[in-house]
């Protein structure tokens, strides 16, 4: 099983332009969420998806939209980038009733 | 709102010394806490976790206990590796409605120096 998989792993985009950042699950997990994680703030939700077909906001959801095409995936789209979305994005993913979440791998995101 | 507080870092020690990380929580209800680890360049994975008051969490040589009287959940080893360096997060999940959102702490740094 590869876990949760991200692409792609870096991007530099200049302010105004777009991008999808992709999310991937093997585990059949039901629940699939977006963090950004920010020196010395920790991790933070964007957006998170309870089920397939439903997705909901988070704490910091502004300039982000989401999709959850399906069970396995879960995308978070930058419609025009701002530098104060330079950051690491992680995507994770748990199964109901079960505690841990498991994180892919990071995408590390500068916005110039 | 929820929130979680950690010890500010970085944090260096010497191979076989003992650590503690301090963890303070702000929730309403009954919270679960968790210890995540986040290795150079990897993402988080779960250390380990307590669901209830007075639970004791264990992994690896690390512990934590649910303290509700202090609202506390303090990491601790009682001899850190070389291989144990990186970055710790404390984090809460305070269910209910917002089960499975996670409240992340800001994370501490550890060092361990041969």
């Known amino acids: 099983n590869a876990g949760v998989t991200q692409t792609p792993k870096f991007q530099v985009l200049k302010t105004g332009q777009s991008m999808t950042l992709q999310c991937a699950q093997d585990?059949?997990?039901?629940?699939m969420y977006w963090y950004r994680q920010d020196p010395g703030m920790g991790l933070r939700l964007i957006y998170y998806s309870a089920s397939e077909g439903t997705t909901d906001k988070g704490e910091v959801p502004n300039g982000y939209n989401v999709s959850r095409l399906n069970k396995r995936e879960f995308s978070l789209r930058l419609e025009s980038a701002a530098p104060s979305q330079t950051s690491v994005y992680f995507c994770?993913?748990?199964?109901?009733?079960?505690?841990?979440?498991?994180f892919g791998p990071g995408t590390r995101l500068t916005v110039t | 709102g929820d929130s979680v507080t950690q010890m500010e870092g970085p944090v260096t020690l010497s191979e076989e010394a003992f650590l503690t990380i301090n963890c303070t929580y702000t929730?309403?209800?009954?919270?679960?806490l968790f210890w995540y680890v986040q290795y150079p360049g990897e993402g988080l994975q779960l250390l380990l976790k307590a669901t209830k008051a007075d639970d004791k969490g264990s992994n690896k040589g690390f512990e934590a206990t649910y303290r509700k009287e202090t609202t506390s959940f303090h990491l601790e080893k009682g001899s850190v590796q070389v291989s144990d360096s990186a970055v710790y997060f404390c984090?809460?999940?305070?269910?209910?409605?917002?089960?499975?959102?996670?409240?992340f702490g800001q994370g501490t740094i550890l060092t361990v120096h041969p």
């Open positions: 585990m059949n997990h039901n629940s």
């Open positions: 994770a993913s748990t199964s109901r009733g079960n505690y841990e979440q498991y």
């Open positions: 984090a809460l999940d305070a269910g209910g409605t917002s089960y499975g959102k996670l409240t």
């Open positions: 929730a309403t209800g009954y919270p679960s």
